[in-house]
């Protein structure tokens, strides 16, 4: 466990309690992705991650029982151990993506948008006016 050099903005951890973490910063809005990929990791119809620069998240506790999974094609997810509960995972542009429901005290979030929409199970219904894509965003 390192000590952030500011306070955290959130707090998070698993399931189990095992994994923790803490977040430095303004909290960035919750992105929502629809593939069939954070839709088999959440369990429902799409994930809901916190993009978060690399410097800003610091691991409290159960940094050793995370595992990783990957597919052939790169794409990959990170969780506890124990509970199997979705951890934060390091994404290849050196972001960290945070389980948005995995944080304590829920936090007041903006949301940015939702991308793969074209991939959304019917069931799945988006309650809220954000950006929505088919697939991945235009390039800004
Ligand atoms: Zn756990
Ligand atoms: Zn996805």
């Known amino acids: 466990m390192s000590q952030p050099a500011e306070p955290f903005s959130a707090t998070g951890r698993c399931l189990c309690g095992q994994v923790s973490w803490g977040v430095t910063g303004r909290l960035p809005p919750v992105g929502f992705c629809h593939c069939s990929q954070c839709r088999r990791v959440s369990g429902t119809g799409s994930n809901a991650v916190l993009s978060v620069k690399a410097d800003r998240l610091v691991w409290l506790s159960g940094e050793t029982a995370l595992k990783a999974y990957a597919l052939p094609s790169g794409w990959s997810t990170t969780f506890c151990e124990t509970c199997g509960c979705p951890t934060p995972h390091l994404g290849p542009h050196g972001r960290w993506f945070v389980p948005a429901g995995s944080l304590d005290d829920q936090p007041d979030l903006a949301i940015a948008g939702h991308i ?9 219904v988006i309650g809220d006016e954000a950006p929505r894509f088919p697939a991945w965003p235009p390039k800004a």
């Open 116 to 124: 793969f929409v074209a991939d959304k199970p019917g069931w799945a």
